[in-house]
């Protein structure tokens, strides 16, 4: 029997979904599961992309320009000039979902053995395409007690070796929500050009900011125009995550060839997907003011909530639809899936995705867990009930701790 | 400015794309570019897929299950019982086209510097997945004047080293078209067993096989359960390129384990190219008796008219719908750029996809091109004549070949 390669049995289970099989049998059981632990938000996807798939006018699907339809990427670039992003469409190749413009940007720009620096936590897939491209993450940590803000330039400085050819940000972040500011990109533009690495920008949770905040792009710093690679998508953006339709953008001209030739490769980007995301470049403008405002009603409720829990900290994120929480348990793993196996509450269960996959050291993360906030009020509500229900319950739960924060809080 | 790793450099053009802007040109022109460069059929998607799109239900466009949706997974392996390939949707990884399903197969399968041993000439993007997985391609001939049959078992053993982890084959071929015996597969199953080796088989176009000849699959081979790797895709077979839908097929639980890791990475395959080839599953047995009648046709006008051509040489293929030629000049890449550039017959011109690229060393296939017959069949008799002129005209045609060849036919 032919063995399985290094790579095949190091790539991690996805901390997001490899406790579906529990929850799984808690629906069999009767339970009904909150999912809290997935970035599939319930939010309609704009009438105006699906109403584009259901006329479809074609007789035969055919591949499309392996960069994506042109008049797509024409499109795209009006939509980041609305956004203070001035790109051409030359500048940018479609691809199957974010998750191939980082897959296609870590091959092109880092030999195996190089070094990318990540702020942790991050995006548990991270580790998987950087698995696949031979690439070594090493984690700047952020921590929860500033609200997961960006690490001090030092500590990037203490990290940088012969071999670190990047770093990677995610903003506003997932898992943390982090939205970074203008001073925190200038620091990171002048160790970028310090050292000329590249900046990898996963900006695919740009429209959700919060409390009057606004998003800052990699791509708006000065001087960086070789560096900055803008990685995107359309999956939170119009709630079409089924549409595998992202973006790799640079303004390198050597990169974006190279990774033309990637793309090439695999030929092309998906056509139903590229129609429906064409379209929904006309989604109208309240649809996000809609969602967005939805959005902060959901995190207030969830956020407020989980902090009304002794022992509990969750701070308040300013963007994407996530927050990390810190419980006084045992092990996060060992908790969710006590959770779908072992409790409910009122008929209800909460699934969550334990930190541990978030960090580079799976231990760092043991008390996390990451929580979106893409699922209505009522259901969000339930999910804080159980979670106080499940913490009383949990034969793991620090229950010293949780009575010292209940005396101090 | 930071560099483009060496993968980044060594990726490849693609031979099939590369000449696009030349194209372009010759469009701009005003000249009709015939393409057989590329293996988009004109034939019309089966309405059943494309109803099912129209027919769309659905408000919110989520991801769907890594390895694909289950009730299409389950008709997937009903289809496939059809054919003679007994497998449970447990055993199938819908992917991002074929494509995909060829990259996670040589990340799960193979360590960096391992070697696949690959008849040639072979579908070109193989170099491109294998460079990417940093697999090492080792190509075994076949030839045009055996209409590019599997090459003999002592031509494989004598390329087996300790890094031999592989063999891929492509039934029927693309480029070539060849369809493989039950007797050349059972020879390579001895190979296989021997060296305990992977055996991976594209089969994308399963359904194309003229003349009375029958697919068979790689999947039916005794004893090779731990060891066959089936890619396929619904693009050519329901004529359905963008839908960027395929499949990563596997009997050997580790390794659907390992691909299902990375499955989950890039989290789902596109949900609304599933929809069509779910509904597909559904097409009329006619829909196939239709399309393989006209492309019989096809290939008889464009592989008897070129043979017609004095010093041209085109094996009759009995599958897939390409075919190779080998022409009486000094270099295809020249000729196909130059009948972009400089020729036109009647207002027309013919863009083919220069061998070169599917061959591992460039220059075996200097004088082959692979043409795709994937068009109406007056555009393909339009294509032999031009061709024809275009050879009579062109610098670097081998007149005392061509000569000779009148001569002795």
Chains 1, 2 share one sequence.
């Not at 991690?12 to 809290?36: C, D, M, N």
């Not at 902060?296 to 300013?318: A, E, F, H, S, Y």
């Not at 908790?335 to 409790?343: A, D, T, V, Y």
Request: net charge neutral; hydrophobic share 40%; charged share 20%.
């Amino acid at each position: 029997m032919p063995t399985i390669s290094t790579k095949g049995q190091q790539m991690p289970a996805s901390p997001i979904r490899k406790l579906v099989p529990f929850a799984e049998a808690a629906k069999k059981r009767g339970t009904q599961v909150i999912h809290l632990n997935i970035g599939q938000p319930d939010i309609a996807t704009p009438e105006v992309a699906l109403d584009a798939i259901r006329h479809l006018d074609r007789t035969v699907i055919e591949y499309s320009h392996s960069a994506g339809y042109e008049s797509y990427r024409k499109g795209l670039a009006s939509y980041y000039a609305k956004h203070g992003i001035h790109i051409t469409h030359e500048q940018i190749i479609v691809t199957n979902g974010g998750s191939e413009a980082l897959m296609f940007g870590m091959m092109a720009c880092f030999e195996p053995g190089d070094e990318v620096i990540i702020p942790e936590p991050y995006y548990a897939n991270y580790n998987s395409f950087a698995l696949s491209a031979g690439v070594k993450v090493v984690p700047v940590r952020s921590t929860i007690h500033d609200g997961f803000a960006l690490p001090p330039i030092s500590a990037f400085e203490a990290l940088i070796t012969p071999r670190t050819k990047g770093i990677l940000i995610c903003n506003p972040g997932n898992p943390t929500g982090y939205l970074y500011s203008q001073a925190e990109l200038e620091r990171l533009r002048e160790i970028v050009l310090k050292h000329d690495l590249y900046l990898f920008a996963d900006e695919v949770y740009r429209e959700f900011c919060y409390d009057g905040a606004t998003h800052i792009s990699a791509m708006t710093l000065a001087g960086l125009e070789q560096n900055v690679v803008l990685v995107d998508s359309v999956s939170k953006r119009y709630s079409m995550c089924g549409a595998r339709v992202g973006a790799f953008i640079t303004r390198n001209a050597d990169l974006y060839a190279s990774v033309l030739r990637f793309a090439q490769a695999r030929l092309s980007p998906p056509t139903f997907g590229q129609i429906a995301s064409e379209a929904a470049l006309n989604t109208p403008d309240s649809y996000f003011t809609g969602v967005i405002g939805e959005y902060v009603q959901r995190r207030d409720i969830l956020v407020d909530g989980l902090n009304t829990i002794p022992g509990v900290t969750c701070p308040k994120p300013k963007g994407a639809f996530y927050c990390v929480a810190e419980l006084p348990i045992d092990d996060a793993d060992r908790f969710c899936q006590w959770l779908l196996e072992s409790f409910s509450h009122d008929g209800h269960t909460v699934m969550m995705a334990p930190c541990s996959g978030f960090y580079a050291d799976p231990a760092t993360g043991r008390k996390q867990v990451r929580l979106a906030y893409v699922l209505e009020q009522p259901l969000l509500k339930k999910a804080v009930d159980c979670l106080r229900a499940a913490l009383a319950a949990y034969p793991g739960t620090d229950k010293a701790a949780m009575a010292k924060a209940e005396a101090v809080g």
